[in-house]
């Protein structure tokens, strides 16, 4: 099983690059619509408490974050995308970063999309889910925050979530901060990735 024992920050990229060749470690990348979680799942990933900065205000990630793991992987932590206060140019250099960043980033091992299982799907989710799609990327869903909901409403919303991302044979995660659920599952993906062949 994973064990993280070592966490060092490399880098922010702000702007897109012409490639991304000094990335070369296997990278498994975290992306999802502001205020989803994310900051708080990585770091209950990487056992930190400030890793990831979690923030009250939605959008304050700014850049693709890149972290060095047990001096063998990357974890990318992606701009969260979605969040409408933002001036468009910025939205818009953020959508260029993050959809070059995955696509181009020939290192790339997961990427693990994040989505707040509370509320219905949102244009800019099933957007990505397309894009994953049709360029053939190798995306796990993680439903974040299952906690908040009954165990019938967690099902019937992730039915309804599936279906409307049409992601029904796809790999899928249940996640929750506080009941450290989804949290081993993520690091044996990760591991598996890493040290298991044909993963």
């Not at 897109?16 to 975290?30: E, G, L, M, R, V």
Request: glycine residues 4%; positive net charge.
């Amino acid at each position: 099983m994973l064990k993280i024992k070592d966490v060092k920050f490399i880098r922010s990229i702000y702007e897109k690059p012409k490639n991304y060749s000094d990335i070369f470690f296997p990278t498994f990348a975290f992306i999802g619509r502001s205020n989803v979680g994310k900051s708080s799942l990585i770091n209950a990933i990487l056992g930190r408490k400030k890793i990831a900065y979690v923030s009250a205000t939605p959008g304050k990630t700014r850049s693709i974050n890149l972290f060095l793991i047990n001096d063998r992987f990357y974890l990318a932590d992606l701009p969260g995308y979605g969040f409408a206060k933002l001036p468009v140019q910025v939205r818009e250099k953020w959508n260029k970063l993050i959809l070059s960043f995955l696509k181009e980033c020939s290192c790339i091992k997961k990427i693990f999309h994040l989505i707040d299982i509370r509320i219905p799907s949102q244009k800019m989710d099933i957007m990505m889910s397309e894009f994953f799609k049709y360029n053939n990327l190798p995306v796990i869903y993680v439903f974040t925050k299952t906690d908040c909901l009954s165990h019938n409403k967690l099902q019937k919303q992730l039915k309804l979530l599936k279906e409307s991302l049409n992601i029904e044979n796809s790999q899928i995660i249940l996640s929750s901060i506080y009941e450290k659920k989804g949290i081993e599952e993520i690091k044996k993906i990760i591991y598996n990735s890493i040290y298991k062949k044909n993963k």
